[in-house]
């Protein structure tokens, strides 16, 4: 992964086991940016054949969190909202987080998911809330 934050913190952020459990790797992470990917496997499909909704908002919420915290400071979700633009089947997908605002105690993001050939299949709006402690004990 290639980091633009304290390797402490950088370590957090990439051990996340919800993340790890999907598959979810992160490329690149700095303050108020990550970019993250995911395989297709045959797990992350659903009842149709196509990628499960689940997976792509997975993957763009993993991404924003990891932008949101990539600052050091403890941010937790306070609403995502999705927009599903084309299906996903094989391949790769590439979730690219970037920080839109930021105060001291909220955060806005934009999230978009490509697929490898880069077509867009779904953007995400998301927001923050910083709750004013260390994401690594200690600080980082």
């Known amino acids: 992964m290639k980091e633009g934050i304290p390797p402490a913190l950088a370590e957090a952020l990439r051990a996340d086991p919800f993340a790890r ?35 792509v908002f997975a993957l763009a919420d993993c991404a924003f969190a990891a932008a949101s915290n990539a600052r ?33 105690r909220l955060g806005s993001y934009r999230v978009e ?7 867009l299949v779904a953007t995400m709006q998301a927001l923050v809330y910083r709750q004013g402690e260390p994401v690594v004990p200690g600080g980082a």
Do not use: I, K, M, W
């Open 113 to 119: 998911v490509r697929d490898a050939q880069g077509a």
């Open 21 to 55: 459990s999907l598959g979810v790797e992160l490329e690149e992470v700095r303050e108020g940016y990550a970019r993250a990917s995911l395989l297709l496997v045959p797990h992350h499909r659903n009842f149709h054949g196509l990628v499960h909704g689940g997976a």
């Open 72 to 104: 050091g400071e403890r941010a937790v979700a306070v609403s995502a909202t999705v927009h599903f633009l084309r299906a996903a089947t094989e391949g790769l997908l590439l979730a690219e987080c970037v920080e839109e605002s930021s105060g001291r």
